[in-house]
């Protein structure tokens, strides 16, 4: 059963926006949280934004703090990442996540019970 889908990921130049879009099957209840990761080629998985699913607390990691915009729309079981002012940098692969125990200040990888697929975001100078 496929818990999480992304989609919204691209290529586009430096400077400029994208957006990314996550469905998730069930959301996390009282206590969870939504997050994204990144995973670039060579480099460990990072988690880089998470949201707290019935305050709608906010983190992001200092690597796209101010650019970065996560939010949710909890009725339509959706979290969002606006991406503003990208850089070279921030190519890569986007993989959403769901933690039942609310592990997303920072995300960390072992406290996510639910991974989407990811979605590839290329930036070009």
């Known amino acids: 059963q496929v818990h999480l889908v992304e989609c919204g990921g691209g290529s586009v130049q430096a400077g400029g926006s994208l957006r990314l879009s996550c469905a998730a099957f069930t959301y996390p209840e009282y206590g969870g949280c939504m997050a994204w990761f990144r995973q670039s080629p060579g480099k460990k998985r990072e988690g880089i934004a998470g949201?707290?699913?019935?305050?709608?607390?906010?983190y992001y990691a200092d690597s796209v703090k101010g650019r970065f915009t996560i939010s949710q729309d909890s009725a339509k079981n959706t979290v969002y990442l606006q991406m503003d002012t990208l850089k070279v940098e921030d190519t890569a692969m986007y993989y959403c996540?769901?933690?039942?125990?609310?592990?997303?200040?920072?995300?960390?990888?072992?406290?996510?019970?639910?991974w989407g697929e990811g979605t590839l975001v290329n930036i070009s100078s």
């Open positions: 949201i707290r699913a019935e305050s709608g607390q906010t």
């Open positions: 996540a769901s933690s039942t125990g609310g592990y997303c200040f920072p995300p960390v990888e072992y406290g996510i019970n639910y």
